[in-house]
């Protein structure tokens, strides 16, 4: 027995550079009817992230690559719409990872429950969601920047460097947000109160860069790899200066992935590395 029909999008060809609509598929399928201990996810919310592009990739890495005609992987914000689950009712709304999917078929596991009254629902895929996370643990449990220190932030104006240095700023530090493109720096500059901010592509970008990390005692990165070795070349680390990033993804549209420097693994996506540049 159905009700309805849902529609999916799976990987129809891997990548070659930057993404095309042909390496995806739309498909339409029936929506079963949940069995006992299950329950039917309708999605709401669906999270983009930079990792989706590794997985469309079939080298070695952190996680299994996607095979050809699967699902795409992604973490959503869903709706219970029917449950024969003793711990889920109809119109509990859930975190659960669906990919991109209309709806799914679920027997509990992995699901977390969200309660509406406290935010609205899509802050679980962002400040209140894995991006959060990272920004906090980054900050407030290995970083640890001090009033008068500088967090120089990668991709400022994305989801996880937004709030770092946020949270950079409520810890008395000084935001410096490296970003792409004068419309963004803006972002960085006068939404998000960064102290100043960098274009990266700009033809002066290493003067501006050290112009903006003026003599400090300690200055902090966080983001990808490739950042980090953007502040040590542009900025000119001086000694016991700390360098701290996220785990590394692989970039938009390509398949190259930054790596720490002097390391020869890729790190782990689950992981916040912290390095001390002497």
């Known amino acids: 027995m159905t009700i ?9 060809a891997r990548p070659k550079g930057k993404p095309q609509l042909t390496d995806f598929r739309l498909e339409e399928t029936a929506i079963p009817t949940p069995r006992s201990e299950q329950v039917l996810l309708e999605v709401q919310y669906l999270s983009l992230d930079p990792y989706m592009r590794g997985r469309m990739d079939d080298g070695k890495s952190y996680a299994k ?9 992604g973490e959503t914000v869903a709706k219970v719409i029917a449950s024969k689950h003793p711990r889920y009712s109809e119109g509990d709304i859930v975190l659960a990872h669906t990919g991109w999917r209309t709806h799914a078929l679920s027997d509990g596991a992995g699901l977390s429950k969200v ?5 609205p629902v899509s802050t679980r895929l962002g400040v209140l969601g894995m991006p959060g996370f990272t920004a906090y643990c980054g900050m407030r449990v290995i970083g640890k920047p001090k ?3 500088t967090v120089a932030v990668a991709a400022a104006s994305g ?7 946020q949270l950079a700023k409520l810890a008395g530090a000084r935001a410096v947000g490296i970003a792409g493109g004068p419309e963004k720096c803006d972002f960085v500059r006068n939404e998000l109160r960064f102290d100043a ?9 290493p003067a501006q860069l050290a112009a903006a990390c003026p003599k ?5 990165l966080a983001g990808g790899v490739a950042a980090a070795q953007q502040l040590r070349a542009g900025a000119g680390l001086r000694p016991h200066r700390a360098v701290q990033w996220a785990a590394s993804r692989r970039r938009h549209g390509s398949a190259a992935c930054d790596h720490a420097p002097d390391s020869e693994q890729e790190p782990d996506i ?3 590395h912290l390095l001390r540049i002497c």
């Open 4 to 12: 309805g029909t849902a529609r999916q999008i799976v990987l129809a």
């Open 65 to 73: 690559p996607l095979q050809l005609g699967d699902v795409m992987v």
């Open 115 to 119: 309660d509406p009254a406290l935010a």
């Open 147 to 149: 009033a008068g220190e």
């Open 159 to 165: 989801p996880v460097g937004s709030l770092v240095g």
């Open 197 to 205: 901010a960098v274009d990266h592509r700009a033809a002066d970008f």
């Open 216 to 220: 400090c005692r300690r200055s902090y």
């Open 270 to 272: 689950a992981r916040i």
